[in-house]
């Protein structure tokens, strides 16, 4: 099959596409033949050699993918799913690929209304979202969140997955139409960070309150900023290094607001633990999808071998939602 291979960590031209053998499904995993790939951050990360996959895990980039199923290994008999099935799924790797084995627990069917085309841009934010938001941080209705990078792929699902859980939602973005974009999925509270600083910004929002929830991309850089912005009884959530891994963290001002702050990483969970989100996602978020109240951003498309472009167009930042691969045709 076709994929993208990493011989050599580095600048998106270490995206080598190349002839590989095709996986073969094992214990308890099914077979996709990929569709769509989304692009992610942490597969820029991979690309540098700063985020190896997990143990086990397939050595491609790639982490959700939208496609059919083409093959079962042993114990996906009775799983409920059938040949020729348009499913999405969670990965650990591999989604750079004509060809994907996904464990039988990381399925989920592409939502009614949705093209199969576009469904490889949901699994990986949404099970991102929910878990850190809801799983993590309990976020609960008349809550104010802080969403860092409103108007990248998580950003933008993690603001119609708020406003639907009746949170009061605050993003920061770097110009005014990536602001603009985030108005119009919902978020209330607008910051360009290039301009304004979050904290004070915040604050002057909320009565001086602060956050009751901010979901983090950034890391070291703004982590004394994200204290300060925090409510009493606030919950931080880290899920990205953006902006370094080592900062200063200020216990005394957390003593005082009794906050706490979590660092998560979706990719190294167990089996157990990703079928749970996924579980959930597909109980609580895809109704939402079916019904419109959350709805995917695509900012492009490219074919698989040109997975470089998309890399140097995800680290320009100048995207707003997701980046996909177009690995085979939808129909």
């Known amino acids: 099959m076709r994929a993208i291979t990493i011989p050599d960590p580095g600048e998106p031209d270490a995206l080598v596409p190349a002839d590989v053998p ?4 094992g214990e308890g995993e099914v077979l996709v033949e990929v569709v769509t790939a989304g692009v992610n951050r942490a597969d820029v990360m991979q690309r540098k050699g700063a985020y190896p996959p997990p143990p086990g895990a397939s050595p491609l980039p790639g982490l959700e993918v939208s496609g059919r199923v083409v093959g079962f290994g042993p114990g996906t008999e009775d799983a409920g799913w059938t040949v ?21 627990s990381q399925l989920l069917p592409v939502p009614a209304g949705i093209p199969l085309a576009d469904a490889g841009a949901l699994p990986e934010v ?14 609960r209705p008349g809550e104010t969140v802080l969403l860092h990078g409103g108007s990248s792929g998580i950003g933008t699902m993690a603001i119609q997955v708020a406003r639907a859980l009746g ?23 607008l910051v360009n960070y290039r301009e ?11 009565d001086g309150a602060g956050a009751d929830v901010i979901l983090d991309v950034v890391g070291a850089k703004y ?24 900062g200063e963290l200020d216990l005394g001002a957390l003593l005082a607001k009794r906050a706490s702050v979590r660092a998560t990483s979706l990719r190294s969970r167990s089996l157990a633990d990703k079928a749970e989100i996924v579980r959930q996602v597909r109980e609580h978020v895809w109704p939402w999808v079916e019904d419109g109240q959350v709805r995917t951003l695509i ?12 890399h140097e167009e995800m680290e320009a930042s100048q995207h707003i939602g997701k980046i996909l691969l177009q690995v085979s045709s939808p129909t």
């Open 22 to 25: 095709a996986p073969e499904p």
């Open 84 to 104: 020729g099935d348009e499913v999405c799924a969670l990965l650990s790797g591999g989604g750079y690929a004509e060809l994907v084995a996904v464990p039988v």
């Open 126 to 139: 949404a099970c991102t979202v929910w878990s850190n938001l809801v799983m993590e941080a309990g976020l």
């Open 167 to 189: 949170a009061r939602v605050a993003v920061t973005a770097g110009s005014a139409d990536k602001l603009a974009a985030c108005r119009d999925l919902g978020a209330q509270i």
């Open 196 to 206: 304004q600083d979050f904290v004070e910004e915040l604050k002057a929002a909320t």
């Open 223 to 246: 982590l004394p900023r994200n204290v300060k912005a925090l409510a009493r009884d606030g919950r931080l959530v880290v899920i990205g290094l953006l902006g370094g891994r080592t």
């Open 299 to 310: 900012q492009s498309r490219h074919p698989l071998e040109d997975a470089a472009r998309a």
